[in-house]
């Protein structure tokens, strides 16, 4: 039979986990996390740019960023009606 400090080590346990979740899935939802994948798309396709010599590459790296982002805007609505 478990005792009452090992009931209470266990619930600790999952309140630390429930906690962490938490903070995980704010972090998946934040506009901060949304923004930093938009800028760090952006830096990655311009150097791809520069590497192709593609004309513009700070110009044109632009479009497949916003659209990318976009993409992960348009996820939680889709997710949302899955859900439903």
């Known amino acids: 039979m478990p005792t009452l400090t090992s009931l209470q ?3 600790d346990t999952i309140k630390t986990r429930n ?3 938490e903070l ?3 972090w ?3 506009w901060t996390r949304k923004l930093v994948i938009l ?3 952006y830096i990655v396709i311009v ?3 520069f590497a ?3 004309e513009n590459p700070f110009l044109n790296a ?3 960023s916003i659209g990318f982002f976009l993409s992960t805007l348009t996820i939680t609505i889709f997710k949302n009606w899955w859900i439903k």
């Open 62 to 64: 632009i479009v497949p």
């Open 19 to 21: 906690k962490k979740v």
């Open 9 to 11: 080590k266990e619930i």
């Open 28 to 30: 998946e939802t934040s």
């Open 52 to 54: 192709a010599n593609l």
């Open 24 to 26: 995980d899935k704010a």
């Open 39 to 41: 800028i760090l798309t």
């Open 47 to 49: 150097i791809f740019f």
